[in-house]
């Protein structure tokens, strides 16, 4: 896997109502495939209490001018995170470049609790 998430379980809140946030950091290692690397939350399925994702935002925390957008799935583990430059190519699939694996990127999901 070339992306992985880990997800602190002092950044979960799950005490709303209806809805769970938690707030976690991604690695990137290995290759970038066209289209989008594959971000499986299965891995940290434990602390969102639920497979109903509502929302992932995913940031720079560094300022690289890399974008990255994910796109929610229908499944914990086939949900996908596009890279942009700052002009709005998409990465080129192949290794990750330095300025990604050397980035701090946090992630933000919302899920919605199981009734």
């Known amino acids: 896997m070339s992306l992985s998430i880990s997800i602190p379980p002092q ?18 290692s290995g290759s970038y495939a066209t289209g989008g690397d594959t971000l499986d939350l299965t891995t940290v399925a434990d602390k969102l ?8 935002v995913a940031d720079s925390l560094n300022g690289n001018g890399m974008y990255y957008v994910a796109v929610v799935g ?6 996908k995170l596009k890279v ?5 190519t998409e990465l ?12 701090t990127v946090q992630v933000r999901i919302i899920a919605r609790k199981f009734q």
């Open 11 to 28: 950044n979960v809140d799950a005490s709303g109502r209806n809805l769970v946030y938690a707030v976690g950091t991604l690695t990137f």
């Open 49 to 56: 209490s639920s497979s109903q994702i509502v929302q992932i």
């Open 74 to 79: 229908n499944a914990l583990n086939n949900h």
């Open 84 to 88: 942009f430059s700052a002009g709005g």
């Open 92 to 103: 080129s699939a192949g290794a990750y470049p330095g300025t990604i694996t050397g980035d």
